[in-house]
């Protein structure tokens, strides 16, 4: 059973436009949403995160949306750059699972230039 | 500031064997957690340690275990190791909900 989905296994944007990445949820206990970026070989990379309480996150070119009510998320990242080219995973924890986090399956962003 | 460290960063295991894994988080985080990558399960959680103490528990057999010592930094062991356990380990230490990744130790069983 999987809690948090991404089902957009890649995407690709061209350099300077918009990309949208997208999680749905189905545990209604998750409270904290975060966004890694992962580049091959290396461990996840923290990129921003949210809580339940607000529905807007943003942190210079990146940007986060939570709507509770559809349990979606969605990371926009303005512009795209070639660099940000990588795999982006969206996962959630709940207030009383400590620090466990739940993982999406990753969705491949490929920035063309 | 220093980030997460994993030692070894590549291990190759034969079946039945037993391995240790380390791993020393950011300076003060005293939170760590433990991950497996898979390229079929994507990253599973295993456990997490609190000031020496396991926190939380995955789905994963007794055959994985772990401990953390005064310092923070943590071990984790696999026993009697089966050619599924081939994969990416990775240990995330943490001030509050965010988790900050190392590099993680690639497991080869062969």
């Known amino acids: 059973d999987q809690q948090v989905k991404q089902n957009s296994p890649s995407l690709s944007v061209q350099e300077g436009r918009i990309s949208i990445l997208n999680c749905d949820y189905t545990?209604?206990?998750?409270?904290?949403f975060l966004w890694y970026k992962k580049y091959p070989a290396e461990g996840p990379t923290f990129l921003i995160s949210?809580?339940?309480?607000?529905d807007k996150n943003e942190d210079g070119r990146f940007t986060v949306f939570l709507n509770k009510s559809a349990k979606h998320l969605s990371l926009h990242i303005v512009p795209s750059q070639p660099g940000d080219s990588a795999v982006y995973s969206c996962?959630?924890?709940?207030?009383?699972?400590?620090?466990?986090?739940?993982f999406g399956g990753g969705t491949r962003l490929m920035v063309k230039p | 500031k220093a980030g997460v460290t994993q030692t070894p960063r590549y291990l190759i295991k034969t079946r039945g064997q037993q391995v240790t894994l380390s791993c020393s988080p950011i300076?003060?985080?005293?939170?760590v957690s433990w991950y497996q990558q898979t390229p079929g399960q994507g990253l599973q959680f295993l456990f997490e340690?609190?000031?020496?103490?396991?926190?939380n528990k995955g789905n994963f057999p007794g055959r994985f275990s772990g401990r953390q010592f005064s310092n923070s930094r943590s071990e984790m062991n696999v026993s009697t190791l089966e050619l599924g356990d081939s994969a990416l380990y990775l240990c995330?230490?943490?001030?509050?909900?965010?988790?900050?990744f190392g590099p993680g130790t690639r497991l080869t069983v062969t």
């Open positions: 995330a230490s943490s001030l509050e909900v965010e988790q900050y």
């Open positions: 545990n209604s206990m998750f409270d904290y």
């Open positions: 949210i809580s339940s309480i607000k």
């Open positions: 996962a959630a924890s709940a207030v009383n699972a400590g620090n466990m986090l739940t």
């Open positions: 300076s003060g985080h005293r939170s």
């Open positions: 340690y609190f000031s020496e103490t396991q926190r």
